[in-house]
């Protein structure tokens, strides 16, 4: 199976309660999982970005994936993260992003491509609609960052995307956190946003709750199924990075099985595992 992810690297320098650390982070969570999960007969290839100040950081994982679309720039973006336990994570950009390329790669040989749409510029609308019209594969979208537009502080806002029932007419997975869920339209109930999606196209949405756990919601026989999974509670602050590794845990299980029940089951375990070993 050949596997394609898409998505730009960020540099994370965290803040949790005042106590600063640095960590790759953006698409690296997401290939970090995949690489982890993936078996012998998986081709693993990644679209995204590098710069030779932070690539020792990066490369571990990113060796382990074909380098045909790893591309050197300048700088990649650099994210200050402030996380707390009261309020969703803030995150301020430096080094503003390059829309990553695409145009002369042959989507048509992938099985499977997961687009986790990290920086919201990794990629546009057009491209996303040019991926679709050349391959038959699974296509993952992580809403993530397009949901927050930034503003001329660098800081990123929660606001609604206007045009999201395009970018839904080219996805089969969708994932998202319940406030980036809430930027896909103007409805006032999460099922009738749901609802909306699945007609425009999706086949699955995935609805991340943070300790909760995380929700899915399908067609079934024409109707609007739902599933949760209440997560077990673990005590870490910094949770940056769970929703990447939700996301590819549950992308890598469904194309494997096409199992919505087991997929998200599976991705919660994997997350769970994940938080506690950034405890210990």
Not at 11 to 22: G, M
Not at 68 to 76: D, G, H, N, Q, Y
Not at 176 to 183: A, G, R, V, W, Y
Request: aromatic share 16%; with cysteine.
């Amino acid at each position: 199976m050949k596997i394609l992810l898409i998505g730009h690297s960020v540099f994370d320098t965290f803040l949790v309660n005042e106590k600063a650390s640095y960590s790759p982070g953006g698409i690296y969570y997401s290939a970090r999982q995949i690489q982890k999960l993936s078996s012998y007969d998986n081709e693993l290839f990644i679209i995204t970005q590098f710069d030779n100040n932070t690539k020792e950081f990066f490369m571990p994982v990113y060796s382990q994936f074909d380098s045909s679309f790893l591309e050197e720039v300048s700088a990649i973006p650099s994210v200050k993260l402030v996380v707390n336990d009261l309020e969703e994570r803030k995150e301020v950009y430096c080094n503003f992003p390059s829309k990553l390329k695409t145009e002369k790669i042959d989507f048509s040989v992938f099985d499977a491509i997961l687009l986790n749409m990290i920086t919201g510029y990794d990629i546009e609308l057009d491209d996303l609609k040019y991926i679709r019209s050349k391959t038959s594969a699974i296509i993952f979208f992580d809403v993530h960052t397009l949901s927050r537009p930034m503003n001329e502080s660098g800081e990123r806002i929660f606001k609604i995307i206007e045009n999201f029932s395009e970018f839904a007419q080219n996805i089969d997975i969708l994932q998202s956190n319940e406030s980036e869920f809430n930027t896909l339209g103007h409805f006032d109930f999460e099922y009738e946003r749901a609802k909306f999606l699945l007609q425009k196209g999706v086949k699955i949405i995935l609805l991340t709750k943070g300790v909760l756990g995380a929700k899915v919601f399908f067609w079934k026989n024409d109707e609007v199924m739902s599933y949760f999974i209440a997560a077990k509670e673990i005590n870490n602050a910094n949770t940056v990075g769970c929703g990447d590794v939700f996301g590819a845990s549950f992308f890598y299980n469904y194309i494997r099985n096409k199992n919505v029940y087991q997929s998200l089951s599976f991705a919660i375990n994997k997350t769970e595992d994940f938080l506690k070993e950034k405890v210990n």
